[in-house]
Nanobody
């Protein structure tokens, strides 16, 4: 059975950085685009970024573009999200997900596999 486990979340001050990781097991996701979503308390889940199966194409939400960087290591079935210049409004639970659609796919229902999430809290 496929599992995706996020790690790297925590508490950081505004302006700081965190690097999230998502490790897959149980199957390979090398032919899937991988994405990151986030959900703040009381809000809907929102798209953050995604990367194509081979890493050649990436896509970002406007709110994180220029601050966050998505990457992947297919040899380790792991995807990363480097988050710099963090803001209090970035506070949320961050989820990784896998889709057979391309990285521009922002609709959560088009992602087939999901991790359990990792909490990111940015203090002001």
């Amino acid at each position: 059975q496929a599992h995706m486990v996020e790690s790297g979340g925590g508490l950081v001050q505004a302006g700081g950085s965190l690097r999230l990781s998502c490790a897959a097991s149980g199957r390979t996701f090398r032919d899937y685009a991988m994405g990151w979503f986030r959900q703040a308390a009381g809000k809907e889940r929102e798209y953050v970024a995604a990367i194509s199966w081979n890493g050649d194409s990436t896509n970002y939400a406007g709110s994180v573009k220029g601050r966050f960087t998505i990457s992947r290591d297919n040899a380790k079935d792991t995807v990363f999200l480097q988050m710099d210049s963090l803001k209090p409004e970035d506070t949320a639970v961050y989820y990784c997900a896998a889709t057979l659609w391309g990285p521009a796919t922002m609709t959560p229902s088009r992602y087939n596999y999901w991790g359990q999430g990792t909490q990111v809290t940015v203090s002001s």
